[in-house]
């Protein structure tokens, strides 16, 4: 699928489109509009109501700028880097490891600056713009700083990811919640990184979304804080380091003895959010096992989620699951001399953290990708219907004999019930059509016999078939088609969703 036919109907349509277009943009930013913003919200909001239900975990909301002091405790400030290349002629700069990966159609993640230099010279890669030579890779720190105050004396920076706030957070969170462990503490909100090259739309942006749940624990416990049992047969799919070629499907017991019970049952609930909650055709989704220098040198256990989006090319990183010891807290302890251990029952130590760390705006994307379809005489964006932007839509056959004046009653009475739209404009065909391509499960037409038996056609997006229902019936027959989504069920292995 080329992804110009999704840029097409979501810019044209209202969902999402360059930042500051009117002064030609500005590269790796992105504004959400009316459709977007809604789509993204409720994707944020099922997140929520499925992750915090998990356990003792919640949503805390922490300040975009940090000062310089914490950012160094953190590590950021040393190595929240990627390495640059410029070319010696047009000076145009780019990330030297995309370069080598599209070269090469492998990850090099992990590769030194001198590694990295080696590599370009030997692969003879030159400047993708004008075929100029690339001068000497460096280091680049992609933190955005900030000045504070009326002279700008105190150095900041945006904040790099979302995560810090809460680590910075912990001791008053811990205090209030009656010190009880594990305690999971999530953020959804905004994140600055000054990419070198951002590309592939959202993917890859300088302002970007993070809905991320730091989940901290004592590692001698966990495991028997977690309801193993619930997950033990579920099958994850996962590609393991040591096989790049082929996709497992492994019961979480059988894979007890190589990772932990507590991070398994986190590996089975991100999967299911997705397969279950997400409705997303589980072979699309996969764990990718990251080791060695692939994976953040503070991570123990590093697992990417990957989703399978033709728009992008195949597999690409949406969150990850990584179990990060003691190195925050321990850093921030060293760093403000105020200690971050804890006393649970005589035992005193520094609590460890599980991160499960989802990035929204890839998740925006994924949902467009996966639920575009082409069909043989429109184009359908067959989104899970807790999804859609507007869940119905209601129209008169033609705009006059009164058929505008009771279509605009029976919208007043839904509206406040669903997300609704009321459209009078061209064909009933074309409203179909439009209604289609932004996913609006339902379309209600008020016609002639409406006037006759008060009852309506509910149109169903993804089979096209119409209804016969009496009005009064119509919120309880949406409701019904809608379903009840039980996000908090144990984990079973979901018969297979079609995408």
């Not at 959400?32 to 994707?43: F, I, P, Q, S, T």
């Not at 990627?82 to 990850?107: M, N, P, Q, Y």
Request: hydrophobic fraction near 35%; aromatic fraction near 12%.
């Amino acid at each position: 699928m080329d992804s110009a036919k999704i840029w097409g109907i979501i810019k044209r349509r209202g969902f999402i489109w360059p930042a500051v277009e009117i002064y030609g943009g500005l590269a790796g930013f992105y504004d959400y509009g009316h459709l977007g913003a809604v789509l993204k919200r409720k994707w944020e909001n099922l997140w929520l109501k499925y992750f915090l239900s998990l356990g003792d975990y919640h949503l805390i909301d922490t300040v975009n700028i940090l000062p310089e002091s914490s950012l160094k405790a953190s590590g950021h400030a040393e190595h929240f880097t990627d390495i640059l290349v410029e070319c010696s002629r047009c000076k145009h700069s780019f990330r030297a490891d995309h370069l080598i990966e599209e070269k090469t159609g492998e990850s090099v993640e992990g590769l030194t600056v001198q590694e990295i230099d080696d590599r370009i010279k030997n692969l003879k890669i030159c400047c993708p713009d004008c075929k100029g030579r690339l001068g000497n890779a460096s280091a680049f720190n992609m933190m955005f700083p900030v000045s504070v105050g009326p002279k700008g004396g105190d150095k900041a920076f945006l904040r790099p990811e979302t995560a810090q706030g809460v680590y910075l957070n912990f001791r008053r969170e811990f205090e209030t919640l009656r010190k009880k462990l594990p305690l999971g503490l999530a953020v959804i909100g905004k994140a600055y990184r000054n990419e070198i090259s951002p590309r592939q739309g959202v993917y890859r942006l300088r302002e970007l979304i993070q809905a991320e749940l730091q989940i901290f624990f004592d590692p001698d416990r966990f495991d028997n804080e977690v309801n193993f049992e619930a997950v033990k047969d579920y099958k994850l799919r996962i590609m393991f380091a040591n096989d790049r070629k082929s996709i497992k499907e492994v019961s979480c017991k059988e894979l007890t003895n190589i990772l932990p019970k507590f991070y398994l049952y986190h590996m089975a609930k991100i999967q299911d959010f997705y397969v279950n909650v997400l409705k997303i055709s589980s072979v699309k989704f996969r764990f990718y096992e990251k080791t060695g220098k692939e994976k953040a040198f503070y991570n123990k256990i590093h697992f990417d989620v990957e989703l399978n989006m033709e728009s992008l090319g195949g597999f690409r990183e949406v969150a990850g699951i990584h179990y990060r010891g003691d190195y925050d807290l321990l850093r921030h302890q060293e760093g403000s001399n105020q200690s971050m251990e804890v006393n649970i029952d005589g035992k005193k130590f520094i609590p460890h953290v599980l991160e499960l760390s989802f990035g929204v705006d890839r998740n925006f994307w994924s949902m467009l990708d996966l639920f575009y379809k082409e069909e043989e005489k429109r184009v359908v964006l067959k989104l899970p219907h807790r999804l859609a932007p507007k869940t119905l839509a209601v129209f008169p056959l033609v705009n006059k004999n009164g058929l505008p004046e009771k279509s605009r009653e029976i919208y007043e009475s839904l509206k406040e019930k669903f997300d609704s739209f009321y459209d009078v404009s061209g064909s009933v065909g074309r409203r179909y059509a439009r209604m289609d391509e932004i996913g609006t499960p339902y379309c209600i037409t008020i016609d002639y016999q409406t006037m006759e038996d008060d009852t309506v056609t509910i149109r169903d997006r993804d089979t096209t078939q119409q209804m016969r229902v009496k009005v009064e019936e119509i919120e309880n027959r949406i409701n019904e088609f809608m379903g009840f989504l039980e996000i908090c069920k144990p984990c079973n292995n979901a018969k297979d969703n079609d995408s």
